[in-house]
């Protein structure tokens, strides 16, 4: 008699960006995050400007406003990182990013920093979002692990892939 083998889950842990707040995505004040057009993810309210690597990966993008961050897993999860809300338009100011397209990264190296009290200066939010664009394509299901205040590097998440 045949027995169909199960597959292991495969998952992957994801850590905290930022010391701050983990809140929902729905709580953020974008519709484009909140109703999570741009994929599945968390939100922080930061306390400190330093950012490392939520995941093992390698940078696909560093947004030219230094805002944003893409990376992508070993297996293909896309991951974008982005600082603020509506801070494109500090075109780059007040953002010192230290890595760049290529870059191979492993979870809590250091991707740079940005400046909260100038962003908050200049009328911006400094809410910042963690979301997974291919989400729906590549992960059954997210567990959060922490909500409240965490420190970078912390494990927050963990998502189960398909």
Excluded at 20 to 32: A, H, K, N, R, T
Excluded at 70 to 78: C, S
Excluded at 96 to 109: F, K, T
Excluded at 118 to 142: A, D, H, Q, T
């Amino acid at each position: 008699m045949f027995f169909k083998r199960h597959k292991k889950e495969k998952n992957i842990m994801i850590h905290s960006p930022l010391n701050g707040e983990v809140i929902p995505l729905e709580s953020v004040p974008d519709p484009v995050f909140s109703q999570k057009m741009m994929g599945e993810g968390l939100a922080f309210i930061p306390t400190s400007g330093e950012v490392v690597s939520p995941i093992n990966g390698k940078v696909t993008q560093v947004f030219p406003t230094k805002h944003a961050i893409g990376m992508l897993t070993e297996d293909g999860l896309e991951v974008l990182l982005h600082l603020g809300l509506e801070t494109v338009e500090l075109k780059g100011e007040g953002f010192n990013i230290n890595v760049n397209a290529g870059d191979v990264v492993r979870a809590n190296d250091s991707l740079g920093t940005f400046d909260l009290s100038y962003i908050e200066e200049r009328g911006k939010e400094i809410i910042s979002v963690l979301v997974f664009p291919n989400f729906e394509e590549k992960i059954s299901e997210m567990i959060p692990l922490k909500s409240d205040e965490v420190e970078a590097g912390t494990e927050i998440a963990e998502l189960i892939y398909k």
